[in-house]
């Protein structure tokens, strides 16, 4: 089935600098997509999101940017800080007929921010 | 608030075994889902419920099965269990009001089957 994919298996950046975490969706119907962190051993933690209707959108530090002629979503951290740490998923929610609105996720990428 | 709560936080069972693990959503949310995740990789969807009805179902055996009850708590059922189902299972809530989506994730009950 259609699922969401992440170039990037591990991403390693210094402390301070900009991080970019790139997404690959093949699910046309998708029209919400969410960017979660996840630290060992807990649940995941939203932290931005961006409907199909816009471009990009900005958070604290985060932006999110969504270009859907190609299918891609990216998560800009600036000034990457020790505790950005994590595996970053995106998930996208796919409007079906049937009224579901699931998460479907890709495999994530790891951020190791070295001090 | 108290944000999504999940029990147990761990738990071992045995093959062929059963285990219900429960999920509390943020108040005011009224749906619950259920994903599994595999270490290594993201969640898997398994359920959804919306006001106690069933509103979407993954790829998993009839082996799992869910229920939220009038007060929007869940509980996700596993029958037989198997090796494959170790896991770390996370329930999370939303509003599902138009624009309410966004899904919150509890701490995840984190299975191990021997």
């Known amino acids: 089935g259609e699922s969401v994919g992440l170039h990037l298996p591990t991403l390693s950046v210094q402390e301070g600098d900009n991080s970019i975490i790139n997404c690959a969706y093949s699910?046309?119907?998708?029209?919400?997509f969410i960017w979660y962190k996840q630290e060992s051993g807990k649940g995941p933690q939203f932290i931005i999101d961006?409907?199909?209707?816009?471009d990009k959108r900005q958070g604290q530090r985060v932006t999110v940017l969504l270009n859907k002629t190609v299918k891609h979503l990216s998560l800009q951290i600036a000034a990457t800080q020790p505790g950005d740490s994590a595996v970053y998923f995106c998930?996208?929610?796919?409007?079906?007929?049937?009224?579901?609105?699931?998460?479907?996720f890709g495999s994530g990428t790891r951020l190791q921010v070295q001090p | 608030d108290a944000g999504v709560t999940q029990s147990p936080t761990h738990l071992i069972k045995t093959r062929g075994q059963h285990v219900t693990l429960r999920c509390s959503p943020i108040?005011?949310?009224?749906?619950v889902s259920w994903y599994q995740q595999v270490l290594g990789q993201g969640p898997q969807f398994i359920f959804q419920?919306?006001?106690?009805?069933?509103?979407g179902r993954g790829n998993f055996p009839d082996r799992f099965s869910a229920r939220q009850f009038p007060n929007y708590s869940s509980e996700l059922n596993v029958n037989a269990l198997l090796l494959g189902d170790s896991a770390l299972y996370l329930c999370?809530?939303?509003?599902?009001?138009?624009?309410?989506?966004?899904?919150?994730f509890g701490p995840g009950t984190r299975l191990l089957v021997l």
């Open positions: 999370a809530s939303s509003l599902w009001s138009s624009g309410g989506e966004t899904q919150y």
């Open positions: 699910n046309s119907a998708s029209d919400y």
């Open positions: 998930a996208e929610i796919p409007l079906m007929d049937t009224g579901r609105r699931a998460l479907t």
């Open positions: 108040s005011g949310h009224k749906s």
């Open positions: 419920y919306y006001e106690k009805e069933e509103r």
């Open positions: 961006i409907r199909s209707n816009m």
